[in-house]
């Protein structure tokens, strides 16, 4: 059974930038999830989606980030424009409904210059 | 809010010892709870997913117990090797709108051998 798949895993960028990160969840999984986590830190929930539907985007810094999931399997979380305190690994995850275990993808490492 | 905690920060002990890693949290109204490794540069692998009604689960030589009645989880490595080596995470899932996980900092294991 694949995993979850994440692109880019590594992304160098200058501060105001924008930035754009994909993830495919595992198939049939209908809960995705996208966490950020700062270095020394645990993740952290950005935003979490259910089929098409966003469940919980309160810790989602809306000025600046934004997250959709077309037709229920791909997500792409896009941050416009970044600022230096972005820099952090940010990890999707997916499971097949709420309170199942969560499996999650290799991240992808943003420093923002 | 719910928070959680995981004592040590840090563990170094020689090859072929039996450790034990602890998390607490405040709340003791979660739905499951879950442990993570993690390798440095890399995403999370889940090891063991314990739901709410079980007070154990066991997977190879790994054990993890849950007493939500006292906000405390433990696990258990036996045998322990150098590629045991890797930042342990552990989550709580909580009875909230979303089901997201809150994540502790983590406790970096070092095997030597």
């Known amino acids: 059974e694949a995993g979850v798949a994440q692109s880019p895993r590594y992304k160098i960028i200058e501060k105001r930038q924008s930035v754009a990160f994909w993830c495919n969840p595992i198939?049939?999984?209908?809960?995705l999830y996208w966490y950020q986590q700062i270095l020394g830190q645990g993740p952290k929930l950005l935003i979490q989606f259910q089929n098409n539907g966003v469940v919980d985007d309160s810790q989602l810094p809306k000025d600046r980030f934004s997250a959709e999931r077309l037709k229920g399997v791909d997500s792409t979380l896009k941050i416009q424009p970044a600022k230096l305190e972005d820099s952090a690994v940010y990890l999707c995850?997916?499971?097949?409904?709420?309170?199942?275990?969560?499996?999650f993808g290799p991240g992808t490492r943003l420093t923002v210059l | 809010k719910q928070e959680v905690t995981q004592i040590p920060a840090a563990l170094s002990v020689p090859e072929g010892e039996n450790l034990v890693l602890n998390c607490s949290f405040t709340?003791?109204?979660?739905?499951?709870l879950q442990w993570f490794r993690q390798d440095p540069g890399k995403g999370l692998t889940s090891l063991l997913l314990?739901?709410?009604?079980?007070r154990e689960q066991t997977s190879g030589r790994l054990n993890a117990s849950l007493d939500k009645s006292s906000g405390r989880s433990t696990l258990y490595i036996a045998a322990s090797q150098p590629g045991d080596s890797a930042t342990y995470l552990c989550a709580v899932f909580v009875n909230q709108a979303g089901t997201a996980l809150i994540f502790g900092k983590g406790t970096t294991l070092s095997v030597s051998s």
């Open positions: 709340d003791s109204a979660i739905y499951n």
């Open positions: 198939s049939g999984h209908a809960t």
């Open positions: 995850a997916s499971s097949l409904w709420g309170y199942n275990e969560q499996f």
């Open positions: 314990i739901q709410s009604s079980q």
